[in-house]
């Protein structure tokens, strides 16, 4: 008897990704067959790179490792998930601060069905200071952010906040 494939999904708005993202997606390797990085479109959220450039940039750092695929979605996730047949949709915690919103959106989507659980990971301690939103601050103000993000997207972010090549 074959068992069926375990398939995970990593969903977030990854604007951009950072090096928090990629160590939860290491750690899903061992545990998962399949693991879909799935880019929410969120109309509600002023983004600085479009969803498919998000995507391209996922794409581009996990290369071609067969396990991961990047992919945008949007609605509801848990008809997201289900649709992939997969069973697990992974979630990073950085901190107690992350607890109440993670915890109530888990309850949520278990409520919502029942078949798939959400898997809470933590990345390495250096990186549970890093998000998104200060990666960006931190990038237009001319902060140093070696080691906290990939080199593609730290080309990207040159691009879009520092596009005369300014060192600030
Ligand atoms: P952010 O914009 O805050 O980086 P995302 O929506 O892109 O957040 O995050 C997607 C998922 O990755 C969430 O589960 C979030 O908790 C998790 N995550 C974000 N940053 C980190 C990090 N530094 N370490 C571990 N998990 C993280």
Same mark, same amino acid.
């Given at each position: 008897?074959? #068992?069926? @494939?375990?398939?995970?999904?990593?969903?977030?708005?990854?604007?951009?990704? %950072?090096?928090g %993202?990629?160590?939860?997606?290491?750690?899903?390797?061992?545990?998962?067959?399949? $693991? $879909?990085?799935?880019?929410?479109?969120?109309?509600?959220?002023?983004?600085?790179?479009s $969803?498919?450039?998000?995507v391209?940039?996922? #794409?581009?750092?996990?290369?071609?490792?067969?396990?991961?695929?990047?992919? +945008?979605? +949007?609605g509801?996730?848990?008809?997201?998930?289900? #649709?992939?047949g997969?069973?697990?949709?992974?979630?990073?915690?950085?901190?107690? +601060?992350?607890?109440?919103?993670?915890?109530?959106?888990?309850?949520?989507? @278990?409520?919502?069905?029942?078949?798939?659980?959400?898997?809470?990971?933590?990345?390495?301690?250096?990186?549970s200071?890093? +998000?998104?939103?200060?990666?960006?601050?931190?990038?237009?103000?001319?902060?140093?952010?070696?080691?906290l993000?990939?080199?593609?997207?730290?080309d990207?972010?040159?691009?879009?906040?520092?596009?005369?090549?300014?060192?600030?």
């Open positions: 008897m074959t #068992s069926a @494939r375990r398939i995970a999904v990593y969903p977030g708005s990854f604007d951009p990704v %950072h090096e %993202h990629l160590d939860i997606m290491r750690r899903c390797k061992p545990l998962f067959d399949e $693991v $879909v990085v799935a880019v929410l479109e969120n109309e509600e959220k002023a983004a600085l790179f $969803v498919e450039e998000r391209e940039m996922i #794409s581009e750092i996990l290369g071609d490792d067969p396990i991961f695929t990047a992919r +945008s979605f +949007s509801l996730l848990v008809d997201y998930v289900e #649709s992939l997969a069973r697990a949709i992974i979630r990073g915690l950085r901190a107690v +601060s992350d607890f109440e919103y993670e915890f109530q959106m888990a309850l949520m989507n @278990r409520r919502l069905d029942p078949n798939i659980e959400t898997v809470f990971l933590t990345p390495r301690e250096e990186y200071f890093v +998000s998104s939103r200060l990666v960006k601050e931190v990038f237009r103000l001319g902060g140093d952010l070696t080691g993000v990939p080199q593609p997207v730290l990207r972010l040159q691009e879009r906040l520092r596009p005369n090549g300014a060192k600030v």
